[in-house]
């Protein structure tokens, strides 16, 4: 980088900072590159832009009976977070039946449907009752979760990145905007594979709200523009194999499917 666009990126990301809603990495898009990297859209439901994601985070355990299912004490002990690239991020366009590939190395892949809140505030040390403020809108989404993978890099005592953070993990609808949908703090979402019900749950069985989340993820990283965060996954959660069929629903939103291939 020669100097003087050193000097301008410089000047530009003091004033993102100023601003205060500038994510970092603006200036970077003024520079010149050798090859072109795409971002990350989701499509924004009524509108011709496009929601552009800078971080996926994901909480893990948020609901009781998962907590168990994992093997986990669901009392009230702080929530932890981790998260998946932005570029996993597959977009399933409302009313279709997107193919999903079954990734590699993994002979346990599960779903996990989640309320994914996008963020188009953000900030440090969020206040909880501020917190839904940074929320532009909701959409629904699959963690989906390399099962064998996670369970044996815990096991080792191993980051578990390999079993949740891969290419096509992070399978996501379209951005709701708050107008439209409102905050989520109750109804149902469910998920059914080639049409039984697998995973039937309400969203006010969450053990920290989305306004909580928000709150404590920004105790750890400063929260940007275009941030989402799948808010956790009920319990039953549970393996699919090509050919089979998911579909998810969240009461408020349209339903979302992808057919394992
Ligand atoms: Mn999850």
Redesign the pocket.
């Known amino acids: 980088m020669d100097r003087r666009l050193f000097f301008q990126n410089s000047s530009l990301v003091a004033a993102g900072a100023v601003a205060g809603c500038a994510a970092p990495g603006v200036a970077q898009q003024q520079a010149k590159t050798p090859f072109p990297v795409v971002g990350t859209y989701i499509p924004i439901v009524g509108t011709d832009e496009m929601f552009p994601v800078r971080r996926i985070y994901?909480i893990?355990r948020n609901y009781a009976a998962h907590a168990r299912e994992m093997g986990s004490d669901p009392s009230r002990e702080p929530p932890f977070f981790f998260q998946k690239p932005t570029d996993a991020i597959q977009h399933v366009p409302t009313g279709a039946v997107a193919d999903h590939p079954y990734p590699t190395l993994t002979k346990n892949y599960h779903y996990?449907a989640?309320l994914v809140a996008c963020l188009s505030r953000g900030g440090r040390n969020i206040p909880v009752g501020s917190a839904l403020d940074c929320v532009y809108g909701y959409t629904l989404g699959l963690?989906m979760?390399r099962r064998d993978l996670q369970r044996a890099m815990g096991d080792e005592k191993k980051p578990w990145e390999i079993g949740k953070s891969f290419d096509h993990s992070a399978v996501i609808g379209a951005v709701h905007k708050l107008a439209q949908s409102g905050h989520f703090t109750q109804g149902a979402i469910w998920l059914k594979v080639n049409g039984a019900i697998k995973q039937n749950a309400n969203l006010n069985q969450m053990i920290w709200s989305v306004a909580e989340q928000i709150a404590k993820l920004s105790e750890a990283n400063e929260l940007f523009p275009g941030d989402i965060i799948?808010s956790?996954?009920p319990e039953n959660v549970g393996p699919v194999v090509r050919g089979d069929v998911i579909e998810m629903h969240i009461d408020g939103l349209p339903r979302l499917s992808v057919k394992i291939v």
């Open positions: 994901c893990g996990e989640e963690d979760t799948y956790g996954t």
